[in-house]
């Protein structure tokens, strides 16, 4: 009936808390968080392979502190405005991931730092499209992206 019961409970209580508490919301937020639950059954997901789960923190822990940063750099640039010599950009860095949970995981952390947002990924060629707010040297955003999250990406899931 329930093919993933905490997928299932944790939209129902989503629902619940969003909607608020009454019978109507509860039948109404059982039925969608069912329906959820089975299309998900129907994509029939891999299970993701963790292979150095514990590396898991450290990766939390960087994405946490870059989040801050971005935030206060995206702050300054809209009250202060640009520096010479900044401007947005799209960038196309090539990957080495291919495994579907490693490079969800990297969009999510791409586009959930303020100041860039993942935009396309190439199978064909391995390749993602990031558009960045305030950009100075390209290389730079590439290494940041290859070094700093891919690199111990592959070390998770590899």
């Known amino acids: 009936m329930l093919p993933y019961p905490l997928l299932t409970f944790a939209l129902l209580v989503m629902w ?81 991931l291919r495994d579907p949970t490693a490079l969800a995981i990297l969009a999510i952390i791409v586009t959930g730092t303020p100041g860039s947002a993942w935009l396309e990924y190439d199978s064909s060629n391995s390749s993602v499209l990031i558009h960045v707010l305030d950009l100075v040297d390209e290389d730079e955003w590439c290494d940041l992206l290859k070094n700093r999250y891919e690199k111990l990406l592959l070390e998770i899931f590899s």
């Open 16 to 96: 619940l808390l969003l909607n608020g508490f009454t019978l109507g919301h509860v039948v109404l937020g059982g039925f969608v968080a069912v329906a959820s639950s089975w299309a998900m059954a129907a994509l029939r997901p891999d299970k993701p392979k963790l292979r150095k789960w514990y590396l898991l923190p450290k990766l939390f822990g960087i994405v946490l502190v870059d989040i801050i940063r971005s935030n206060i750099a995206v702050c300054v640039v809209i009250l202060r405005g640009r520096p010479q010599g900044h401007r947005s950009a799209f960038i196309n860095i090539p990957l080495e």
